[in-house]
């Protein structure tokens, strides 16, 4: 494969090439002041009406008490750190490579639009969940405890997916593992893991670390290393993130917004860059199964009244729909 620029390279530079500065209109001005993400006590007593509240308002909420212990999630941030650290050389052998469809491992946004538009950020990119699914050849060997610690996190993280799907569940007057269930459960449900590496970056105000976007994930965690730079889209505005210790941000993504019929919201969100600190920032996609699986709203949702927004689609073809832009089949039928 030809080689790919890595953004860690560049960050001595005094200007950015052009193919990371953004139109006027996508630059980041001053996030408004006044509402703030909600944060979201998981032992508390109303927590599943807040969680209601932050999944229907918002699409994002930061949780605390969410069982998954610090000692862990600071392994986890360590060994993240040592991993980047390493000479840009040793990361390399862990190229991914996209155009052979290799999209697993260290990798930067190629261009593959016609704006040839870059973000400021390497990242690693690999299955974390189920076990018996992971390719542990292509996770990194350096640090040593990386691939243990990964796994122990994965694990965790996986059973506060569990505690999310069931807390939305009884919000909407299901049973607790409905959700669970419509998007995979332990077998199905595939855990990707993205580590963000956004270097320091000398013109912070005309580049973007990751484009707005919404996630095709059910549920997506994230954690960072307390250096602010995400902001998400609410009521016309792009709110910054505040960084809330011992917590995990969740995003609701489109596959809950379509299970939902639109009662979850599947949330707008970018990852800014700054001049004076690396930001480093964990993302667990939890995804449904490619194929297996038909996703549309659940029947108890759709109504005389509510009738169903979204056409049944599988993971694959919603992919296919919004990054290819290709109809979903029920569309070109008219359906
Ligand atoms: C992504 O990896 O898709 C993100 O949106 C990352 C957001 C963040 O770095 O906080």
């Known amino acids: 494969a030809a080689a790919v620029a890595r953004v860690e390279s560049l960050a001595g530079m005094t200007t950015i090439p052009t193919e990371y500065v953004r139109t006027e209109e996508e630059r980041a001005k001053k996030a408004a002041e006044g509402p703030q993400i909600p944060v979201v006590d998981l032992e508390g007593e109303g927590c599943v009406e807040e969680v209601m509240k932050a999944a229907t308002e918002w699409g994002v909420m930061h949780i605390v008490n969410h069982g998954i212990d610090g000692g862990l999630i600071e392994r986890l941030r360590m060994a993240g750190k040592r991993f980047f650290d390493l000479p840009i050389e040793e990361k390399e052998k862990y190229a991914n490579d996209q155009s052979s ?186 995804e449904p199964p490619k194929e297996k699986i038909v996703l549309r709203p659940l029947r108890e949702l759709v109504t005389e009244t509510a009738p169903a927004k979204f056409p049944p689609r599988t993971f694959a073809q919603h992919i296919q729909h919004k990054v290819f832009k290709k109809p979903i089949p029920a569309e070109q039928e008219g359906v």
């Not at 469809?101 to 990798?107: A, E």
């Not at 939305?168 to 077998?187: A, K, N």
Request: hydrophobic fraction near 40%.
């Open 101 to 286: 469809g290799k999209i697993q491992g260290y990798g930067s946004k190629l261009a593959n639009n016609t704006s040839g538009q870059l973000e400021w950020e390497d990242y690693f990119f690999h299955l974390v969940f189920p076990e018996e699914k992971v390719d542990l050849s292509i996770w990194p060997k350096d640090p040593a405890d990386y691939v243990e610690v990964t796994k122990e996190f994965a694990k965790a993280i996986r059973g506060v997916a569990t505690n999310m799907f069931r807390i939305l569940s009884l919000g909407l007057g299901l049973e607790p593992d409905r959700i669970e269930i419509e998007v995979g459960g332990m077998e199905d449900l595939l855990l990707q893991m993205k580590i963000n590496y956004y270097p320091k970056c000398p013109q912070p105000e005309l580049a973007l670390g990751v484009e707005a976007h919404t996630d095709v994930s059910s549920l997506t965690f994230i954690l960072h290393n307390m250096v602010p730079g995400l902001q998400v889209y609410h009521d016309d505005k792009w709110v910054a993130a505040k960084c809330v210790p011992d917590s995990l941000i969740v995003h609701i993504g489109d596959t809950l917004e379509i299970l939902s019929n639109g009662r979850f919201k599947s949330v707008l969100h970018r990852g800014l860059v700054n001049k004076d600190k690396v930001r480093i920032s964990w993302a667990v996609f939890c």
